[in-house]
């Protein structure tokens, strides 16, 4: 299977017919327990859904066949991931994070891993001088997120996983923004993949979840593994069965979102309005070339930071009729959102940006949509 491309994986991987009834779809076993021999011998290789269940298992086969990784977990959602993941460190270790990134990790290194006795940093993770400075010090992690959320800055990831590792790191990526299907950072380097599948795998806005892949089954994957059957974040059956029939469509949804997000922003781009397209396909975007090297497609996020500031992007916001003006990402209806209004008392974006998840409805009407918000 690990031999296919990506969009035949995407459909086959943990798709093996059920052996009982020869059905095409996967049943979904919602059992919490598995009935075991009288001295606890596991019969069919479960006992009790917090430790593994079959729905989740055959979603967590096409994570590791989609990212090339060795094993992989699956929980309750992509924060809980990332907490799991990190929780798993020993307090005192130093962990170093991008300065553009997903807010809700932003909430937890600046709130709860240093209770755990983390300590943070956050570094411009494209200016490799500036990570190599800050990996002089002893590193237990180096954390990536390309493209970020939510300027779409792109770092290479090969190249901070040399860095990475030199400094005895391990290299994690938050593979969210542009899935396997797009970008494979186990390839190119990196240790472990993170992903909401809140966002593409599910696709269609219905379902929370978390994954992590990893490139070894080895003592620290297996730590994680505990620590998330002893502390619990685990995905239900019934969310593991929305993303894995997620997954089925994935390449088909990715080649459209992608094409959509190039139409768009190609027309704002050229736009008088408009101030700045952030989308890595542009040839203009400061790390297109980072991205063109390491990235199939450039991916369906982008941010627009409109001339005329906060109350030009609200404005545009107000007026678009078929973008939902909503948070998260990844579905099929196209959205955007005014972040500065989201992020609480000190917003980090620009008051004038506004992110956007292109969907997949006819490009030329996302295109239309904008024009006439644009005025
Ligand atoms: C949404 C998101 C997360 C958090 O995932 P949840 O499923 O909402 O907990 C992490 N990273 C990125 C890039 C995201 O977009």
Known sequence: MTTHRPCTLAVHAGNHADPATGAVAPPIHL??????????????????????DP?????????????????ALTFASGMAAMTTALES?????????????????????????PQRGLVIETVDMADLDAVRAACATPL?????????????KVCDIAA????????????????????????RP????????????????GGHSDVLGGALVFARDDAFAKQVAHRLHVTGGVLAPFSAWLILRGCRSL?????????????????????????????????????????????RDFGAMLSVELRGGREAALAVAGRLRIFTNATSLGGCESLVEHRASVEGPNPRSPQNLLRISVGLEDGDDLVADFRQALG
């Open 55 to 71: 729905t989740n298992d055959r979603l967590r086969e096409a994570l590791v066949a989609l990212e090339g990784g060795a094993t």
């Open 89 to 113: 460190l020993p307090a005192g270790s130093r962990v170093l994070f991008p300065d553009d990134c997903y807010s809700g990790l932003r909430m937890l290194f600046n709130e709860v891993l």
């Open 160 to 183: 901070l996983a040399e860095i990475g590792h030199a400094a005895g790191a391990l290299v994690v990526a938050d593979n969210t923004f542009a899935t396997p299907l797009l970008q």
């Open 140 to 152: 237990a992690v180096l954390w990536i997120e390309t493209p970020s959320n939510p300027l779409l």
């Open 251 to 295: 390449g088909a949804r990715m080649a459209m979102h992608c094409a959509n997000a190039r139409k768009l922003a190609e027309f704002l781009a050229t736009h008088p309005a408009v101030e700045r397209v952030n989308w890595p396909g542009l040839p203009t975007h400061p790390d297109h070339a980072v991205a063109a090297k390491q990235m």
């Open 186 to 201: 186990l390839a190119l380097g990196a240790d472990i993949v993170m992903h909401s599948t809140t966002k593409y795998f």
């Open 31 to 52: 059992a919490t327990t598995f009935r075991h021999g009288p001295a606890g011998e596991r019969i069919a290789g479960y006992e009790y859904q917090r430790e593994g």
